[in-house]
């Protein structure tokens, strides 16, 4: 298995984690009875905090997954790995991993810098659009 597709594994890892966090933080959240979470979730009591900004970091990395799983896919296909392609990789994992916990932290500011987790989304995002045009220029 190829490095990039080790890095797509952990990301669907990853992404098999946010329930579990989320719901986790949901659980404890005031009005939220173990009936609510074991029956077939009818009138669920609105998430809040941690467990609204999981399910939302959750969705996001879903949507942020697929057209990576597909680059990588492509790459794979057409026998493409190389140092360009390993490091996009590799840039994708580690900030999707801090996106998800900056999300799920609330955290919009750090060191001073103001929307650092969209700054780290648009980090995923070029990583991606490298490894496009690695695959295009193959």
């Given at each position: 298995m190829t490095y990039e597709l080790?890095?797509?594994?952990?990301?669907?890892?990853?992404?098999?984690?946010?329930?579990?966090?989320?719901?986790?933080?949901?659980?404890?959240?005031?009005?939220?009875?173990?009936?609510?979470?074991?029956?077939?979730?009818?009138?669920?009591?609105?998430?809040?905090?941690?467990?609204?900004?999981?399910?939302?970091?959750?969705?996001?990395?879903?949507?942020?997954?697929?057209?990576?799983?597909?680059?990588?896919?492509?790459?794979?296909?057409?026998?493409?790995?190389?140092?360009?392609?390993?490091?996009?990789?590799?840039?994708?994992?580690?900030?999707?991993?801090?996106?998800?916990?900056?999300?799920?932290?609330?955290?919009?500011?750090?060191?001073?810098?103001?929307?650092?987790?969209?700054?780290?989304?648009?980090?995923?995002?070029?990583?991606?659009?490298?490894?496009?045009?690695?695959?295009?220029l193959a």
């Amino acid at each position: 298995m190829t490095y990039e597709l080790t890095l797509l594994a952990l990301n669907a890892l990853l992404c098999l984690a946010f329930p579990w966090v989320y719901n986790y933080a949901y659980a404890k959240q005031p009005g939220v009875r173990s009936e609510h979470l074991t029956g077939n979730r009818d009138d669920l009591p609105e998430r809040k905090g941690m467990a609204a900004r999981g399910l939302r970091a959750h969705q996001n990395h879903l949507e942020n997954l697929l057209p990576f799983a597909i680059l990588v896919l492509i790459a794979h296909g057409i026998g493409v790995s190389n140092t360009v392609t390993a490091t996009c990789s590799t840039v994708f994992f580690l900030n999707r991993l801090a996106h998800a916990g900056l999300y799920i932290a609330g955290i919009s500011s750090l060191f001073g810098i103001k929307g650092v987790r969209s700054i780290v989304y648009l980090i995923c995002v070029l990583a991606m659009l490298v490894y496009a045009t690695e695959l295009f220029l193959a």
